[in-house]
Nanobody, 121 residues
Framework: QVQLVESGGGLVQAGGSLRLSCAAS????????MGWYRQAPGKERELVAT???????NYANSVKGRFTISRVNAINTVYLQMNSLKPEDTAVYYC???????????????WGQGTQVTVSS
């Protein structure tokens, strides 16, 4: 089983910054993609940013230029640096990881428990 533990959420004023972290643990062969998603009250979960093991990032248009995703493969951790935060960034942020348990075995697609980010105006 792969487990994800997120940290770094909180309350910040508009224009401020926060850094989210997500550490993966467990036994697995590969962790191909890691990413961040968010869900605001009354809305569906949406992609924020993803990054593959080779380092190629992908961002939602709404966060481009403000958020930066990065990962340290050696410690199976992904980060989300969030700058110039806006009230509309308020949501529960979830970490996601996808990969293989074994070389020729099953794949996994797991989620963290979520961390609340609240941006006040």
């Amino acid at each position: 089983q792969v487990q994800l533990v997120e940290s770094g959420g909180g309350l910040v004023q508009a224009g401020g910054s926060l850094r989210l972290s997500c550490a993966a643990s467990g036994r697995f062969f590969s962790m191909n993609a890691m990413g961040w998603y968010r869900q605001a009250p009354g809305k569906e979960r949406e992609l924020v940013a993803t990054i593959h093991s080779g380092g190629t990032p992908n961002y939602a248009n709404s966060v481009k230029g403000r958020f930066t995703i990065s990962r340290v493969n050696a410690i199976n951790t992904v980060y989300l640096q969030m700058n110039s935060l806006k009230p509309e960034d308020t949501a529960v942020y979830y970490c996601n990881a996808q990969g293989l348990y074994t070389l020729y075995g099953s794949d996994y697609d797991v989620w963290g428990q979520g961390t609340q980010v609240t941006v006040s105006s």
